[in-house]
């Protein structure tokens, strides 16, 4: 038996080329034993490689000798010679390949020059490293096989596993036998053979791949649920791609679809190539199969290709193109086709075919630390495109443009919005350009009289085609001090100021009156005082803590011109719990609730194990009679308002419960009934949202009554399976609505369906039903399948 010392001291200089021994996302279990190993095993690294023996086992006797570095000797080389320091690639000064080893045993034939090291065997170069139960080392040849429960880590965290591998001299894997390779992606490929031919790429034969485990989050063994098999597999290093000659999709073990010209990347990235087609069948457009080209052309940039081909309609082509450059992202879809449309004067179908599309981009970029540039545009060439085609249910589209500056103490926005409506009924020329929108905000950092000062300055020009145009510049400065007393309780004094310009014409195309304010130039002065104060109790309830807050606010502002001022974004007044207590239960700048009232209420929480339970009640009272910029059914319109309130339960991350009321301050008549419940686990759950609005608005149409339904359930089965259905239900009724038609119950939509979904696989068949028609996307069903293959690219 050669000493261990004797055997460090044969060096070698060999030339080094690094290459990566991996693949994309892959596994599959072709033989149980390594099937096993590997799900056995994490991702390893050198520092770390997984089931290395550890200090307990035995090594090599001579302790010096187990940190020193074994490398490859040429022919007549000194075997004095001390190895020169390594780099962490295990490549030393000298550009030699050195080689660290632990073994239980190590021994030496002079007659054959051949060591042989056994045991719980580990080597180590750089990055790399081989686990085994022997290696045997021919001098003369410089071959190195390993044998026997053989795990091989490269220098990018990818393992091998087979019962032998041959190694070069340059600690690479060459000739393997029934092989697993584990990638750090995620997946694993598993082939009979193996082979690196001289140009560097590695050949597999009979080969299998996978992105699924094959094993249970518990830990037992399951099959595959899709894999693809090839008659042979080309392992690139310098492309960084797996191709497949042969190859075959499978499903649940039966073979289903050829994949000729199939090829991955081995860091888990995209590559180019054809996407998984959808299926769907629908009312509007008959059977349509739709089929995607994926396009890499750069790690940054990429497009994809579609064509959607319907039996009921004439073909559409869409394409969507990303970009991520040095300072920001965007991206571009767009849809195209020749088809009828819907006239937006008479709603009927125009009779010739014509262009039909929809363009979708957006993007944002950071120009510095502080600036930043976000647009959107979305534009469709008629009302009922999105809608027919099943691409959107939106009932407008917006687009935008904003140049924005976040500072320490500043804010800075200057902006500009276009909407389209799809209405069929709303005259697109009645809907308003805002451009330019201005926003200024300064904060000192420096207290003033000991309190937080905040400057604003604000400008906003409406356009309309057919309609009122606006214009509003204000300047505001506000002042807050935040206290808490040596009581425990929390006062808050609030001054503001505020003046505005208002410019406005056409006003009497205006249909509410109370909107329209007087036609041009138009000026008001604003002034507000406000002390508000919260008094927390905390105390032991139930086994765990409660908190109840008493809290009173009074505000005071003089009479104020409201009236004579146009109104264009705060209309959608309502009182809630959610502006029960601010400065202004208006939304927007135009209005501004003046007189002097009081607001009370009263805030209780209680947290025990696994529970929570928050729920707020107030009310206010107005000091004066003025009701004149209020509408009659809003809760506030009186001295007294009505009851407003919310409470939340939550017991884990089982069930949630949030529910939202107003009741009327005379009859206690639920004027808002808001519910939101949510029980079970991601797996099986059920939803359920309901509102009713019963404010008996006639005067403001932007108030309707309204009341309507919402429920989905998932119940999960057979560890993968799962069924849903979802619905959206109008219950209002005439009552509610005069122009509605509904009896009280109409479905709106309606859903069902049935899906698989592992760690790997998704797959699944929706039934859908539209109980509205709107143009040409006709009311009916929709059948939909779909299935996505995880860690291959395929959606």
Not at 9 to 14: E, L
Not at 35 to 51: L, S
Not at 151 to 175: C, I, K, M, P, Y
Not at 399 to 409: A, F, N, T, W, Y
Request: hydrophobic content about 35%.
């Amino acid at each position: 038996m050669l000493p261990p010392a004797e055997s460090a001291k044969r060096a070698s200089r060999v030339a080094i080329r690094p290459v990566t021994l991996a693949a994309t996302a892959l596994i599959l279990c072709a033989s149980a034993p390594l099937a096993a190993q590997a799900a056995a095993d994490d991702v390893g690294t050198v520092e770390d490689p997984q089931g290395e023996p550890g200090s307990e086992q035995p090594t090599v006797d001579t302790a010096e000798n187990v940190d020193e570095l074994l490398t490859i000797p040429e022919p007549n080389a000194g075997l004095d010679t001390p190895p020169p320091p390594t780099g962490a690639d295990g490549i030393n000064a000298a550009g030699e390949r050195e080689i660290g080893f632990e073994a239980d045993i190590l021994e030496y034939s002079s007659e054959i020059d051949v060591v042989t090291a056994s045991g719980n065997v580990v080597l180590r170069s750089g990055d790399r490293s081989l686990r085994a139960d022997s290696v045997t080392w021919n001098e003369d040849t410089g071959e190195i096989v390993a044998n026997g429960r053989v795990r091989f880590v490269d220098e990018n965290g990818n393992q091998l596993f087979s019962e032998r591998v041959e190694l070069t001299d340059e600690f690479e894997a060459g000739a393997m036998d029934n092989l697993l390779l584990a990638l750090r992606q995620g997946g694993r490929l598993a082939a009979n053979r193996g082979v690196r031919e001289n140009d560097g790429t590695v050949a597999l034969e009979d080969a299998a791949y996978s992105g699924c485990d094959v094993v249970t989050p518990k830990g037992c063994p399951k099959e595959p649920s899709w894999r693809i098999t090839a008659e042979r597999v080309v392992y690139n290093p310098d492309e960084q791609r797996i191709r497949f000659t042969g190859a075959y999709l499978e499903l649940f073990g039966a073979r289903i679809l050829p994949l000729p010209g199939l090829a991955l990347r081995t860091d888990g990235g995209p590559v180019s190539g054809f996407l998984v087609p959808d299926l769907r069948v629908s009312q509007s457009n008959g059977v349509e199969v739709s089929g995607s080209y994926y396009i890499r052309f750069a790690e940054n940039r990429d497009l994809t290709l579609t064509t959607h081909l319907y039996t009921q309609a004439a073909p559409m082509l869409a394409g969507q193109w990303r970009h991520l450059t040095d300072r920001g992202a965007y991206q571009v879809t767009g849809y195209a086709t020749h088809s009828q449309r819907i006239s937006t004067r008479t709603g009927d179908l125009v009779g010739e075919e014509e262009f039909r599309g929809y363009l979708f981009a957006n993007g944002k970029f950071q120009l510095s630390p502080n600036w930043s540039l976000t647009g959107s545009i979305r534009r469709a060439t008629d009302r009922t495109f999105l809608r027919r085609y099943d691409i959107s249910r939106d009932d407008r589209l917006r687009s935008m443009v904003e140049l924005e500056r976040i500072g320490k103490h500043s804010y800075i926005s200057l902006a500009g919005w276009a909407t389209q409506t799809l209405r069929l009924d709303q005259p697109q020329g009645e809907v308003p350009i805002a451009l330019p929108v201005f926003d200024a905000r300064w904060r000192p950092e420096t207290p003033i009289l000991g309190g937080q000062l905040e400057l604003q300055a604000n400008t906003l020009a409406i356009t309309r085609d057919i309609g009122q145009d606006t214009q509003r510049a204000f300047a505001r400065a506000q002042w807050d001090l935040r206290r808490v007393t040596g009581m425990g309780q929390v006062v808050t004094l609030t001054g503001m100021v505020r003046g505005d310009v208002y410019h406005s014409d056409e006003n009497f195309l205006t249909q509410t009156p109370s909107y329209r304010g007087n036609p041009g130039w138009e000026y008001r002065g604003v002034a507000l005082g406000a002390v508000d104060v919260q008094w927390p109790f905390v105390g032991e309830a139930f086994g765990g803590t409660q908190v109840f807050t008493p809290r009173v606010q009074f505000v005071a502002t003089p009479p104020i011109r409201n009236l004579a001022i146009p109104n264009e974004d705060a209309r959608a007044i309502d009182l809630e719990d959610s502006n029960l207590f601010a400065l202004n239960r208006f939304p927007g700048y135009d209005r501004v609730e003046d007189g002097a009232r009081v607001t009370y209420g009263v805030d209780w929480s209680l947290r025990v194990p696994d529970w929570e339970v928050k729920s707020t009640i107030g009310q206010s009272y107005r000091l004066d009679n003025d009701r004149e910029i209020f509408p009659d059914g809003t809760g506030l319109s009186e001295k007294f308002s009505d009851f407003v309130g919310r409470t939340e339960v939550r017991y884990q991350n089982f069930v949630k419960f949030t529910h939202r009321f107003r009741l009327d301050k005379d009859s206690f008549a639920i004027r808002r009934n808001e519910i939101d419940a949510a029980v079970g686990s991601s797996k099986t759950y059920a939803e359920l949202g309901y509102v009713r609005l019963n404010r008996d608005i006639t005067q403001v149409e932007d108030l309707q009554d309204r009341e309507e339904l919402r429920g989905a359930v998932r119940v999960a089965f057979a560890n993968y399976w799962s069924i849903f259905g979802s619905g959206v239900f109008n219950l209002t009724d005439r009552e509610e609505d005069p122009t509605f038609d509904s009896d009280g119950f109409d479905p709106i939509r309606t859903r069902l369906g049935v899906a698989y979904q592992d760690d790997c696989l998704e797959i699944g068949v929706t039934w859908r039903r539209d109980y509205i028609s709107s143009g040409d996307a006709e009311r009916g069903d929709t059948f939909q399948f779909y299935f996505s293959l995880r860690n291959l690219g395929f959606r």
